[in-house]
């Protein structure tokens, strides 16, 4: 692929997924369906598919067990300047453990907890966006192989 359609259609990929993120917004205000970290995720899932970093499981369990702990932070221990330190840690930890390491993710529990989400955080728009992301980029994915 040439040095310009590759760099065009992976900007195409991460601004349709995040489009429909942002459109769902309209058709369902009280939810969340955008995040910071997405982001920098649709640079890797758009633009290094093929990067250990980028697949599917790493960018939806990397999300969902950083937000997770983000969550518990809120929820069990508080909010504090050690404690935002101790989840980014434990999420960096947890994802390397788990071999799930996406890097956007590790952004989840420092939004999290200064923003103070609760659980519900975790289905939208941690999960749901995960696997927007993921699904466009699957397809993104077919459309290189089968026309470019």
């Not at 990929?13 to 997405?38: C, D, H, R, V, Y």
């Not at 899932?45 to 969902?64: C, E, M, R, T, Y």
């Not at 101790?86 to 590790?106: D, F």
Request: glycine share 10%; charged share 5%.
């Amino acid at each position: 692929m040439n040095k310009f359609v590759f760099p065009m259609v992976s900007g195409l990929g991460a601004a349709i997924a995040i489009g429909i993120l942002a459109g769902a917004q309209s058709f369902q205000p009280e939810w969340l369906f955008l995040m910071a970290p997405f982001g920098a995720t649709t640079v890797l899932v758009f633009g290094v598919p093929d990067s250990p970093l980028a697949q599917p499981k790493n960018v939806i369990a990397g999300h969902v067990l950083t937000a997770f702990i983000g969550v518990c932070f809120v929820e069990f221990i508080g909010v504090t300047q050690l404690s935002l330190a101790a989840a980014t840690g434990l999420g960096v930890t947890a994802m390397l453990m788990t071999k799930t390491t996406h890097p956007p993710a590790g952004a989840n529990p420092i939004l999290i907890m200064l923003a103070g989400q609760s659980w519900g955080f975790l289905f939208t728009p941690v999960l749901l966006g995960a696997v927007i992301i993921v699904l466009v980029g699957k397809a993104m994915q077919k459309v290189r192989i089968r026309y470019i």
